[in-house]
């Protein structure tokens, strides 16, 4: 025997359909609106990135790329108690080096709060191309995702001071984990 009972009802469904058709089409364009911003950000920050006249290229253990302004690497994971050793390499205007300048390396924990530590040029160690290495211990920073802040003080005669400060937050792609 065949029911004869439906739990659809069509007359339902268009009075739904035109009663909310109006919400619909104002999320419809939120969604239009925000995908247009996101695009017209994401193409200014390339804008200013690469309007600086210079890179700053991060390196984790010798001779493994993990990030730089044009490239984004997997993340690579460090058991605690692990020594994390950073390559510091920039390319700066006007042919300086980063021996010709001062500067100071500030890697932080962004899982936790208050964890960071400050590494001024006399604590880094200078490569033999002009690069630093700063070594970090995870101990000290603690479990968690590591980021990197770059200071650098650029001779700029514009500037009462004589220098120009430029700050560079860079994601080495670095986890930390027991």
């Known amino acids: 025997m065949k029911s004869r009972t439906s ?3 069509l007359t339902l469904l268009k009075k739904d359909l035109t009663r909310f058709a109006p919400a619909w ?9 925000v995908t247009v911003s996101y695009e017209h950000r994401a193409a200014v920050t390339q804008y200013q990135m690469y309007s600086v006249g210079y890179a700053f290229d991060m390196k984790v253990k010798p ?6 302004c044009e490239d984004i690497s997997e993340m690579q994971t460090f058991i605690v ?3 994390v050793k950073i390559l510091v390499a920039a390319e700066l205007p006007d042919d300086l080096t980063l021996p010709d300048v001062d500067f100071t390396v500030t890697v932080y924990n962004v ?4 964890k960071e530590k ?15 290495v700063v070594l970090v211990d995870s101990d000290e920073l603690g479990i968690g995702v590591y980021m990197v802040r770059l200071t650098v003080q650029i001779p700029d005669t514009d500037y009462p ?11 080495p792609h ?5």
């Open 7 to 9: 739990s659809f009802n």
């Open 25 to 33: 089409a104002i999320y419809g364009i939120v969604l239009l609106l």
């Open 63 to 68: 001779y493994m790329r993990l990030a730089s």
């Open 81 to 83: 108690g692990s020594d």
């Open 111 to 114: 899982s936790q709060i208050d």
């Open 118 to 132: 400050v590494y001024p040029k006399a604590d880094c160690i200078e490569t033999e191309e002009g690069d630093y």
């Open 161 to 171: 001071s004589g220098f120009r400060k430029e700050v560079v937050k860079i994601n």
């Open 174 to 178: 670095v986890m930390v984990k027991r």
